[in-house]
Each structure stands twice: as C-alpha cells, then as structure tokens.
C-alpha cells in the first residue's frame, strides 16, 4: 500500500470516529481520535502477544505506519499548514496587549523548562542506575518542554476560556513551537556533531534559525499581501494564501531558517491586515477553507499518534524511565509557569486560575513526538543496550498521551472556575 493509499484510509478512519463521536459521544473530537485509536492499537498489540494474531497479520499494518514517516509527516508536511492556519485567527490587538508575557513564556520559560528537565533526569536517571548523558537528558528537556500548538487549538481554545489565559495559552504555543524547534536543533547539532561545539557557534545557530524565521515570515506575509492586494479575483486572493504554507515553508527550510516561526508571523499578517482588503464573503471562504483544513489534518494526526504505538519496540527499562517522564514533564512545566508570573504580577493582575490553567492547559503532541522520532538511531544506553531513541520515544509518548486524553479531558472545570472568576473581579487595569 502506497503512502497516499495510507493516508487515505487514515483519513477515513478518522472522520468515521469523528462522525461515531459526534453522534453519541460527548468527548471533545480530538481526545476522541486519540482515545479510539489507542484503543485500537492496544488491542491489536494485545491480540498478538496473547498469539489469537500471528506476526505476519499484524506486519502489514505496521509496515503501513512506517511508510508514512511520522516525523517527516509531521515536521516537513502538515505543521506548515496547521500553524499558518493558526495564526490566521489569532487577533493582533489581543497579542499586542500580551506580548510581553507571551515572549516571555514562549522564551525564557521554555527555556528554563528545557534545562530543569535536562538537569533533574539526568540526576534521577543516575539515582536509577540509567546513565545516560547531560547533553542527550537536555535534548529530551528541549522536545517535550514546547507546548504543541496543534494540541492546544485543537483542545483548549475550542473551550473558550478567559480573553488573557486563552490568547496567553494561543500565544505560547505559537511561538514556543518554533523556539522549541529552534532550542532542540540547536542541542542536537551539539549532541550529534561531530566537530567541537563553541558557544559562538551555538549562539549564531539559534539566532539565524529564530530571528531568520521571524524575519522570514515577515517578508513572506508582506509578499503575499501585495500579491492578494493586487488581485481582483476572489478564487485567486483564497488560492493564494495556499502557497505560504506550501512553497513558503520549503524555502524556509532550503534557506536555514525556522519555518514554524515563519509560517505563524506570516499567518498573523494576512490575518489581521490582509484580512481587511477582502470582501466579507472572501473573508468567511478564507476563515472556512482553513478551518476544514485544520480539521482533517488534525484528525490524521491525531489518529498516528495513537496508531504509531504498534510501531514501537518495548524493554523494561522504558517503563522506569515513562514513570518518571510524565511527573517530572509537569512539575517543570509549573515551575516555568510560577516563576514567570512572579515577574508578572509585579505590572499587573491576573485570573486567579492562570497558573493553573497554563500548566495544565501546556499539552504536548505530534510535534514533541515527532522531534523524538528524529533522533538518530544506533546511540544505545549501557543498560541492556536499548537504545536512546526508544527510551526517549517512548518517554514522550507517554507524556503526550496523558497530556491530550487525561489534561485535555480535564481542563474543562478550571475554565470554567476562571470565567466565573473573571465575572465577579473587577476589571484588570491595563499598563
């Protein structure tokens, strides 16, 4: 079966359980997929071990799953497309009046995450008796610290929470998604590289893939306002706004430079400013052809990430190293989110929930699970020589599962504590 075959048939068991949810289930339609599709993995796998499914029934559909690349799928298909459309909806005045602590989280936060989780696993790991290196215990820190933009629009945005936690929580996501992306090539060169690193190098590496991203995009969303500014046809304006994802982002990729940030500063653009040139028939097919867009990519993606686990190889080692993934993935992750708002509130008042909703709300997805899979094979661990990649695979699955099914399924009456929050505070002054 070919790739696109595949991908067909993915598709279509992904609207059958969107449609079967719709219809009698109550979960929102992400968690759903996921939820279903791990179910589905789960009882194939167990079908084989207990022997009722020979290996050669089961061989056909993992060879099918590993056809499709999921890291490639992922980072060099589909996230152009799913944060450019994104972007398309995030309001410029709501970002503006956030932009710092956006910056800030998407940032410093990250950052900080990335570097607590590197330190704290390398500690527990040797406490274990796992010895695994600082550098490789950091590069985990880096995949799983960025909150997925994917996972959060899907989820949490749908849920309408309060202005500032949601355009907070849209934001960092954003933004966080190509620091991240950034952060992890950045320690990958030096955990794989085979020259010395120097910090001048790492330093000029991390600024020409984000401040060249960010730039990029800039230029690219100005590109393609003149283009749809100058076109009459209102076919063409919508057609248009295809190739920034598209040919955008391969030349982001071709130049060295971060496509992810690429394609969100260039979503905010046509957005927020080309958005007013179109008629307001225009605007409704843009709005529409990139919300159906968004969401039959997200019902593929979401049904290989619960798929992929077929694919998996499994040793004892990988369920110590998942207890401790999924606890320590959080405790950093409300850390980074604390100490930010200590700086915070020194300029103004909050939700009382931010922090909370923030830290849970921080779900991780495809794209943390993709940088994973993108670690090079062959690295293997003292410990009954499993190899790197797998322990780290396998760790972030599990962070990724339990973020969008148990966090994303349970979010709900914290949004809906910080609305009622909201309604009996008086209003929040601004700077």
Known sequence: MSVYDTVCMIAAVAIIISLINHRFGRFQTTIAITGWSVL????????SYMGVLSADSEQPIVTM???IQFDDFLLKGVLGFLLFGGALNINLNHLKDQKFEIAFL???ATLLSTFFIGGALWAIFGYVGIPISFIYCCLFGALISPTDPIAVLAIVKKMKAPQRISIQIEGESLFNDGVG??????????AFSSSTPTIGGTIELFAHEAIGGVLFGAVLGALFHFLIKVTQDSLMRIILTMLVPTAGYVMAEHIGVSGPLAMVVAGIIIGNITRNLLSEEESYQLTHLWELTDEILNAILFLLIGLIMMTFSFHRIDLVAVVIAIPLVLCARYLSVRL???GFNRFRRYNSESVKILTWGGLRGGLALAMAMAIPSGVTTPIAHVELKEIFVLMTYAVVLFSIIVQG????????????VDQSQTPITQH
């Open 40 to 47: 589905i993995a789960a009882i194939v796998l167990s079908l």
């Open 181 to 190: 992306l950034v952060v992890f090539v950045t320690i990958f060169q030096i």
């Open 409 to 420: 399924s349970t979010i709900t009456p914290m949004i809906t504590k910080a609305k009622h």
């Open 106 to 108: 998407a940032l410093v």
């Open 340 to 342: 930010s708002y200590v």
């Open 65 to 67: 799953l590993k056809n």
